[in-house]
């Protein structure tokens, strides 16, 4: 079991940035593909963006290309991403998410779900 720990979320004005962090400790951390996920007040939790073991492959979702960017360094057990143009309906807390690496970043974006391991999410408002 991996254990992860989000930091970096905050209030910010559209249009601005922000980036956040997973830290993940227990496990090898390259044993995982991990992703970003959210969750709006009375909305369903919904993939962001994902990324492999190898950092070779990532994947977004259409509401956020172009906007956010995916990154991990395995040598200090660390995922992040880069909002950039925030806009109100990025509101949400983010989760960070670790499956195994034999889940593809298309897999992580089509089948969302609760599986894997999550952390305690990080809330994130951008006012208008």
């Known amino acids: 079991q991996v254990q992860l720990v989000e930091s970096g979320g905050g209030l910010v004005q559209a249009g601005g940035s922000l980036t956040l962090s997973c830290a993940a400790s227990?496990?090898?951390?390259?044993?995982?593909?991990m992703g970003w996920f959210r969750q709006a007040p009375e909305k369903e939790r919904e993939f962001v963006a994902a990324?492999?073991?190898?950092?070779?492959?990532?994947h977004y979702a259409d509401s956020v290309k172009g906007r956010f960017t995916i990154s991990r360094d395995n040598a200090k057990n660390t995922v992040s991403m880069q909002m950039n143009s925030l806009k109100p309906e990025d509101t949400a807390v983010y989760y960070c998410n670790a499956r195994p690496r034999s889940t593809t970043v298309q897999d992580m974006g089509a089948f969302g779900g609760l599986a894997g391991s999550w952390g305690q999410g990080t809330q994130v408002t951008v006012s208008s």
């Open positions: 227990g496990r090898t951390f390259s044993s995982y593909t």
């Open positions: 990324i492999s073991w190898t950092g070779g492959s990532t």
